[in-house]
């Protein structure tokens, strides 16, 4: 970008040239580059600032490839949404102009910024819900599920005044977070539809009874459990049904998420979200939902960041065959994946690290 805005073709010192080794795709084995998603703001001061304290990891990145030269990309996630790659390639956005990669979704990141949880999606289906919310909530839901990977466990509940399962053959379990049932949950979504009264206090004991039944048969994650909760408001605090379920111990955080511009039961929301050690965010358009699904992550990972586990995390493999990072995640095979935390003595920069993850892909060789 320029000092306007405006996109500039890479030059000058930033010198692109076709290496075969990355399947003879121009890149810049000397600088990273850096990339971040259409839908958020790229001057943003957190977003500026972090991409200037990990300029530290070009030395990183070449470093590695120097001791390694099997190693093909190297990728860098921020919670902000920034990501860095190297060796440096130009992105090309789409016919729309539009770049819609957005590294917090991808497995690896989540994995490494996230323990394995076990989830159940409440969705307000009341009669209050009816047009553009319910189109909110569903993509709200959609980008939700986006979030979750192979080692987490969820179930969608619809509710008004009785409790629909969006998938009535699982009721009262959660499934393993796939690519597959994922899927099969999103087909579900376009089939709700909103009438009646909603009857939060119903919803929420079922989905306390569904975590605790599903974490003693010892089939779930056995670690975190979250309910987040879809909805345009709630008339009261429900601190009965937490206080038999989830206190003291709290051990199932709540994130509610208040959907449409109205704030009338936006304290409501949250207390249930402070009083269960969880985070209560806004969602007013479709434009607001990916950034704002997002911040539950952030307070997911909080436990590792203060009990300082920065353990490396090794992930299912993962190929990128063809220089391309839009790949098929089920067609994996033949490269594996590594995920650490980049501490102090890798980055020496200082700035507002932000439990970024690094990642490197190595090659290894195909019989």
């Known amino acids: ?92 956005p789409d016919e729309h102009g539009v770049l819609e990669f957005d590294c917090r979704n991808r497995k690896w990141y989540i994995q490494a910024a996230t323990s394995p949880k076990d989830v159940v999606i409440l969705v307000d289906v009341s009669g209050s819900m009816k047009g553009l919310r319910l189109t909110i909530a569903r993509q709200t839901v959609s980008s939700i599920l986006d979030t979750l990977g192979d080692d987490d466990f969820f179930n969608i509940i619809a509710y008004n005044e009785e409790l629909h399962y969006v998938e009535p053959c699982l009721n009262g379990t959660l499934v393993q977070a796939d690519i ?96 269960n050690k969880g985070y209560f965010t806004q969602i007013s358009t479709l434009a607001d939902v990916q950034e704002n699904v997002m911040e539950y992550l952030h307070v997911l990972s909080r436990p590792k960041v203060i009990d300082r586990e920065h353990d490396m995390v090794w992930t299912e493999a993962y190929v990128d065959n063809t220089g391309a990072l839009e790949e098929d995640e089920e067609q994996a095979e033949g490269d594996t994946t590594e995920e650490m935390m980049v501490e102090g003595a890798r980055v020496e920069t200082g700035g507002d690290r932000d439990d970024p993850e690094l990642r490197k892909d190595e090659s290894l060789q195909q019989n």
Request: glycine share 6%.
């Open 1 to 92: 970008m320029d000092e306007e805005g405006k996109s500039v073709e890479l030059g000058g010192e930033f010198i692109l040239q076709p290496n075969e080794h990355f399947n003879n795709l121009s890149v810049n084995l000397s600088l990273s580059v850096v990339q971040v998603p259409t839908n958020m703001y790229n001057k943003d001061a957190a977003i500026v600032n972090g991409v200037y304290w990990s300029e530290a990891l070009n030395k990183v990145f070449v470093d590695n490839f120097n001791r390694d030269p099997s190693l093909i990309w190297q990728y860098f996630g921020s919670a902000k949404g920034f990501f860095r790659q190297y060796p440096g390639i130009k992105w090309t």
């Open 180 to 275: 597959t049932n994922k899927n099969h949950f999103r087909q579900r979504l376009d089939k709700l539809f909103a009438k009646g009264i909603g009857m939060l206090d119903m919803a929420l004991t079922e989905a306390f009874e569904l975590l605790s039944n599903f974490n003693q048969t010892g089939r779930g994650s056995v670690c975190s459990q979250a309910i987040m909760l879809v909805t345009d408001g709630a008339v009261k605090t429900y601190d009965a049904v937490f206080a038999m379920y989830n206190w003291p111990d709290r051990k199932v955080r709540v994130f509610p998420y208040l959907i449409g511009r109205e704030s009338a039961f936006a304290d409501n929301l949250k207390w249930m979200a402070c009083a």
